[in-house]
């Protein structure tokens, strides 16, 4: 047989051997991948026995591990969904001390620790008649610009006189501020009148060394910028120098017969309107003479006799100020203003104010 034929044959005998193998290259894809899993099929069971006779204990370990895992997982699911969506948080404010944060809400007596006053034990007050002063309208309008152009030359004032000061009318100015309206008639202040050396230099020292810090720290570039046009820094001569210190603190809640609590409803907002009292009450110190109804301004030579302050409200010096003179825990430092007579070369900025019609909106 030559090897033409051979060849032949031999191709004759590949090709029947192909069919018979699906495994070869010739076989459809589809056969061979049934045939795999067929075998797959039969040899799992055993394999798996096997192993799991071997890895039984291992298996079971595992198993309790990813259920815990999964199991913390929902939980955790349903914890976000129920959790209410927290608020943003607020823009830092600096400049709202610790010890001032407003505490104005109403509280219940079972929601704080120690004893409070039961609410409605107090006795109805009796209603008089008021005595009503009324004006002609001429006099009114006088009165009302007379008293305008006193206030008017109100101005913050840092160079201070350390002449003495009339006791008196120290204690009227406070009785003023003392008349301002409360929430429930509570009268939540206390008006520390300071007029000792060496007290006033205590506080000049806790005041100024917190100064400094929010000065270079706390306040921030910006704020300390807005207060450049001002002059302003963190030393406090006039702390030494003014005859009176009055540091105004506002009363967290009331002491009562028995050590009982009070509740003092608007306690910040109270002492704030008393503040403004205070001062105006300083300001009407400049020298005038009441005649009649009406109020006639001395000459303008003798306009800066009057009583001067300036409003402080040293950030993070309340706790210091008040362990220093001993004022109980249910108070917290409002505004500390140094009283007295200006400097005779007191100077302030050159400031305007805002005219009616930016201040004031009529309907």
């Known amino acids: 047989m030559g090897p033409a034929q051979n060849s032949a044959l031999d191709r004759e005998q590949g090709a029947v051997w192909d069919e018979r193998d699906p495994l070869s290259s010739g076989a459809p894809a589809w056969l061979a991948d049934c045939l795999f899993l067929s075998v797959v099929f039969i040899l799992l069971p055993s394999v798996s026995m096997a192993l799991l006779s071997t890895l039984t204990p291992v298996f079971v370990a595992v198993l309790c591990v990813i259920l815990v895992f999964l199991f913390k997982t929902s939980q955790k699911k349903e914890n976000k969904a129920v959790k209410p969506e927290r608020k943003p948080e607020a823009e830092a404010r600096p400049w709202v001390d610790e010890d001032l944060q407003d505490d104005t809400e109403i509280r219940h007596k079972d929601e704080e620790d120690g004893d409070w006053v039961e609410s409605g034990g107090e006795e109805e007050l009796a209603h008089v008649p008021y005595p009503a002063s009324r004006y002609p309208v001429e006099v009114m309008v006088q009165r009302s610009q007379d008293f305008f152009s006193l206030m008017n030359q109100r101005r913050s004032v840092r160079f201070i006189s350390p002449e003495p000061v009339p006791r008196q009318v120290i204690d009227n100015v406070i009785r003023t501020a003392g008349t301002a309206p409360s929430g429930a008639h509570t009268e939540p202040w206390t008006f520390v009148v300071v007029s000792d050396p060496e007290v006033k230099h205590q506080i000049r020292l806790v005041v100024e060394e917190e100064e400094e810090v929010n000065y270079r720290q706390r306040m921030g570039?910006?704020?300390?910028?807005?207060?450049?046009?001002?002059?302003?820094?963190w030393v406090k001569q006039?702390?030494?120098?003014?005859?009176?210190?009055?540091?105004?603190?506002?009363?967290?809640y009331g002491i009562v017969a028995g050590g009982q609590k009070r509740t003092h409803y608007y306690n910040e907002i109270s002492v704030s309107i008393s503040c403004g009292l205070l001062l105006a009450a300083l300001q009407s110190a400049v020298p005038t003479c009441f005649k009649m109804s009406t109020i006639v301004p001395v000459p303008k030579k003798a306009k800066n006799a009057g009583l001067v302050t300036v409003t402080t409200t040293p950030l993070n010096c309340g706790p210091q100020l008040r362990l220093l003179l001993g004022r109980p825990a249910n108070e917290k430092l409002l505004m500390l203003l140094p009283v007295g007579y200006p400097a005779p070369d007191a100077t302030v900025p050159d400031l305007t104010r805002k005219p009616l019609d930016d201040i004031m909106v009529h309907l």
């Open 221 to 233: 570039d910006k704020w300390v910028s807005d207060l450049q046009r001002l002059r302003t820094n």
């Open 238 to 252: 006039y702390l030494d120098v003014a005859p009176y210190l009055v540091l105004i603190f506002k009363q967290t």
